[in-house]
Nanobody, 127 residues
Framework: QVQLVESGGGSVQPGGSLRLSCVASGFRLSYYSIAWFRQAPGKEREGISCISNSYGSTQTYYGDFVKGRFTTSLDNTKKTLTLEMNTLAPEDTAIYFC??????????????????WGQGTQVTVSS
């Protein structure tokens, strides 16, 4: 059974930091690209970062809005994707999802490329 389980969301003040994790199971992660998305109320799901993953060789891509604030990393051994978020702002408030997809080429092509999704974790940034 394929599962992606996110954790680490919560409430934080502007300027604060959070670390999200996503544990994958039920499929061979080394064959899949894996990504973070977020969705704020009333907005479309937005790509944050993705890692194309081919037999241990990876490339990482970020959305322009990240601007060096977020860092994503993948531990293939632990099948865990993380997202370190710094300098958080109220506009970062959203549900954050991880996703995995069997993608050849650019992994930053939108949510439609991804086959498996986690349930999401809420991140709220407010004072």
């Amino acid at each position: 059974q394929v599962q992606l389980v996110e954790s680490g969301g919560g409430s934080v003040q502007p300027g604060g930091s959070l670390r999200l994790s996503c544990v994958a199971s039920g499929f061979r992660l080394s064959y899949y690209s894996i990504a973070w998305f977020r969705q704020a109320p009333g907005k479309e799901r937005e790509g944050i970062s993705c890692i194309s993953n081919s037999y241990g060789s990876t490339q990482t891509y970020y959305g322009d809005f990240v601007k060096g604030r977020f860092t994503t990393s993948l531990d293939n051994t632990k099948k865990t994707l993380t997202l370190e978020m710094n300098t958080l702002a109220p506009e970062d408030t959203a549900i954050y999802f991880c996703a995995a997809g069997y993608i050849s080429g650019d992994c930053f092509g939108g949510p439609g490329l991804y086959d498996f999704w986690g349930q999401g974790t809420q991140v709220t940034v407010s004072s």
